[in-house]
């Protein structure tokens, strides 16, 4: 049956996004500083500005994967009673 593929393809893809959000990314972050300078060009973000991207990034993949593992779920839920 077809909800049996869409059941694991949803929850093999929301298991690679949490996988991904876990992984530790390269910034360049000057930790003498808490905000950076937006008219400085040199690449180099503060302490502050760090936090609040590595949170923008981790929401940016975990709520397509738990939005996912539910549409996983309720294809199960479906598949066990079709």
């Not at 000057?30 to 590595?54: N, V």
Request: proline residues 4%; charged residues 15%.
């Amino acid at each position: 049956d077809g909800w049996l593929y869409v059941t694991f393809a949803c929850w093999f893809v929301s298991l690679l996004l949490t996988l991904l959000s876990l992984m530790p990314r390269q910034w360049r972050v000057d930790t003498t500083i808490l905000q950076g300078d937006p008219a400085r060009s040199g690449g180099t973000m503060g302490l502050e500005e760090f936090f609040q991207q590595s949170t923008r990034n981790k929401r940016r993949l975990l709520i397509p994967s738990i939005l996912l593992f539910a549409a996983g779920t309720l294809s199960a839920v479906r598949f066990l009673f079709s």
